[in-house]
């Protein structure tokens, strides 16, 4: 007996288009259960569109970073932004169909909203958002801390369209003893366990009302990239970007503190009295991260690069310090002896990355070493050496610095 073989649907033949980015020529054809060779390849420069210099720290989940010179645009391409995920990325998104509902023991009303609705019915906004990991720079720690081993580049500042989530906020109502909100996203547990939930983060009430906390539906001008959270993403830049939740289908407006996996416990968390390495500290003595610290990259030149001697060459690079401003960039290239003050460039908008630039001469031949050290708009500088020591290694927004030769 033979029986008629299927083929694949419009829908999944769209879908599957929209994550290879183009045509598929003869598609049709492609049986329903066919799974193209594209996404079996565990390439992540090809499977992510991540620029070949991207450093892949693991692939399940999947987490990969930039290397510092990778950084020099003022705006980051997809190419360049680092990925950072606690789960799987969803499967079969079907943006057509996709809700967002908004509820919780403080919303005044529940209000589910699709993608066209979020389009059509409030205003968009532009922002660009400086997104920095909260575990940038653990490798640093010793004793060392478990996780993801990021060194410089769990950073970007991409440009997010979409709504304003006070804007949400209001349309819902949120009741006067709201103090959190926290985001439920698709992706689904490495364990496979359906009921598990990822991560479900959030940000306290006066964040989420900020003009720039976004429900994004757009980066860089397009459809968010699959694995920035396709279709649909809160926005929260100058938290660490564990608070900008990818794939949301579910916001809660809370009366607590909201206590989602990866809100409680010791995660995203570090002691709220400094303690010395190693120290164990207790869960009651572990505070949220909120604002990230002021920091700074060097992302030209290349460390390693041969200059000319004789001609002035330019240094530059980005600087952020979470919701605050930067004031000041300096740098060094005596080992911290003196600093000379680069020029700073304002932000393109508030928790925005700010460009900075120097003309730097060097003496004579041989090895140098150039060190960034921002300030931001409270007076306080980016530490020369890695700063205080926590259980899982977060906040490490030590001096970046690179090697360069006279030749
Ligand atoms: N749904 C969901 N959202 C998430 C995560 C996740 O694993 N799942 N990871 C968070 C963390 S820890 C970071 S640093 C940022 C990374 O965003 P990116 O991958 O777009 O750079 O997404 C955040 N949002
Ligand atoms: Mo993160």
Same mark, same amino acid.
């Given at each position: 007996m033979t029986k008629r073989r299927e083929f694949i649907k419009k829908s999944a033949l769209a879908s599957l288009t929209s994550i290879i980015g183009t045509e598929i020529v003869f598609g049709e054809k492609m049986l329903a259960k066919y799974s193209p060779i594209f996404l079996e390849q565990n390439d992540p420069q090809t499977l992510f569109n991540k620029h070949k210099e991207m450093t892949t720290l693991n692939d399940r989940p999947w987490n990969i970073e930039a290397k510092a010179h990778l950084l020099d645009d003022l705006v980051t391409p997809e190419d360049r932004m680092f990925i950072r995920n606690n789960g799987v990325i969803p499967k079969n998104i079907d943006a057509n169909n996709w809700k967002l509902t908004i509820e919780g023991e403080s919303a005044k009303a529940t209000k589910t909203y699709t993608l066209s609705d979020l389009k059509n019915n409030f205003k968009s906004h532009t922002y660009q958002l400086t997104l920095e990991c909260g575990g940038n720079g653990r490798s640093e720690f010793n004793p060392p801390a478990k996780g993801n081993q990021w060194t410089v580049g769990a950073v970007s500042s991409a440009k997010w369209t979409g709504v304003r989530l006070k804007d949400?906020?209001?349309?819902?109502?949120?009741?006067?003893? &709201?103090?959190?909100? !926290?985001?439920?996203? @698709?992706?689904?547990?490495?364990?496979g366990d359906p009921s598990k939930v990822v991560i479900s983060r959030g940000v306290p009430i006066a964040k989420a009302m900020q003009d720039e906390t976004l429900i994004a539906y757009q980066m860089n001008g397009k =459809?968010?990239?699959? &694995?920035?959270?396709?279709?649909?993403?809160?926005? &929260? /830049?100058?938290?660490?970007?564990? &608070?900008? /939740? @990818?794939?949301? =289908?579910?916001?809660?407006?809370?009366?607590?503190?909201?206590? /989602?996996? @990866?809100?409680? !416990?010791?995660?995203y968390r570090v002691p709220c009295e400094a303690v010395a390495p190693g120290t164990e500290v207790p869960e009651d003595q572990m505070c949220i991260i909120e604002s990230m610290p002021v920091k700074s990259l060097v992302t030209y030149p290349k460390s390693g690069a041969l200059i000319k001697l004789g001609n002035s060459f330019e240094v530059r690079g980005k600087a952020w310090a979470g919701e605050l401003s930067v004031k000041e960039v300096h740098i060094s290239i005596d080992f911290g002896a003196t600093w000379q003050k680069a020029k700073l460039s304002p932000p393109a908008n508030r928790l925005a990355w700010q460009p900075w630039s120097v003309n730097v001469e060097l003496p004579k031949k041989g090895y140098y070493e150039v060190w960034a050290k921002a300030t931001d708009s409270e007076g306080t500088s980016q530490p020369m050496v890695v700063p205080g020591w926590n259980p899982k290694g977060y906040l490490n927004n030590a001096c970046h610095r690179i090697a360069v030769k006279a030749v």
């Open positions: 949400l906020l209001t349309d819902v109502g949120v009741k006067a003893d &709201a103090v959190y909100i !926290g985001y439920y996203g @698709k992706d689904t547990h490495l364990s =459809d968010i990239p699959l &694995a920035h959270g396709y279709p649909l993403r809160l926005i &929260a /830049g100058g938290y660490p970007a564990s &608070a900008s /939740g @990818k794939w949301i =289908d579910r916001l809660v407006v809370r009366n607590i503190v909201h206590d /989602g996996p @990866k809100m409680t !416990g010791t995660a």
